[in-house]
């Protein structure tokens, strides 16, 4: 492994399999993946459904040029339309959520004509472009965390100014499972749109039933101009979508909106986002995420009361969070690496002292109850 570029920690490079919330190293040892992926197999690995659409529209048709949509293109979008309830709306196909992030920034900026967009401070957006660097100038950051008094601290943003709202819903910031206040939300969103803005919805990590709903933005009642879609779309497929309202299309379209890349609309990505959404749809998973998260989470909560060293639980949906006290012996790391042992893979993020799960929606509850176990010994042993 000496030819892997290092861009982040590297711990295990002997992964060979997955099956569903199961990883299986070259020596066939089984491990929990609980983190799907960074957040993407919302569906388990190697979904086999999945697996044989991809292998018969690879066979068939994997690539096209940005001039020659097809139907499968098509198919994707109006599968997409249905779930995201704007039927009449458009959408592209792109690869990332980073991608589908930025794309709908350039989107609100030429629809709007305004340059500056508002996002909440701790908001993860993109790994590039301008929602990546979330500049002075082209972004107004507002710290939520530190608004105790919400009218007071809005009353200070120049709206006028602002061509749109970017909200992630997945929990304000990628590591810590923080979720606004919902009338927060709602005064920004309806502020921006009195004000001429758009509002968009960052459901990268959020949508495709991470939280508990189909989208992140209806634990909120607003309804988003634009909407962004990646991970859970591909369940570990490099597939992203931008979905938006009729009008806003039209416009992006008779402003002129130059945007081609090399795999936007692909058949095969397509293919892989009409599946998901329609495994998601017929096995009934968003609810069943919903209902085992709720299990999760009070597992989690009874941990919170039991050991001294766990500050806080808290999640929606499947999208779980276990905070440490900074002050014990014990850190995320420690936990981590502790858990690896065990067989358990899990996030954890330092800045916030915090251990994050993103299992599948079609994890067992066996497997829950599996990891509160090994879980529940660790913290007794090491703290
Ligand atoms: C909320 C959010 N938005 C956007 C992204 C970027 O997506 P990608 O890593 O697929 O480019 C991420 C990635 O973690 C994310 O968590």
Redesign the pocket.
Known sequence: MNHILKCHDIVKTDFVRGDNCYLYDKQGRRYVDLESG??CTALGHSQPRLSQVIAAQATKLMHLGTRYPNAMVEEAALALLDIVQIRDGKCTFLS??????EFSTQTIRRVSGKDMLLTFSN?????YGSAGRKQAGEWYLFDWNACPDTAHCTAEIPFEQIGGFVF?P?GSG?GFVRFPPQALVQELAGKVKQAGGLVMS?E???GMGRTGKWFGFQHYDIQPDII?L??GLGNGY?V?AVVMRREVAEKLEAIGLRYAQSHQNDPLGCSVAKEVIAILQEENLVERGAKLGAYFLTGLQHLAEKHAIVKDARGRGMLLGLELHTQGVLSVEMLYHALLQRGFLVGYYPAGNILRLDPALTIEPELIDQFLDCLDTILAQLA
């Open positions: 960074i957040w990332s959520g980073s991608e589908a992030v908001s993860y957006l993109a790994a992630e997945g990628s960052n990268v990590t959020a962004a990646g991970k490099p992203s």
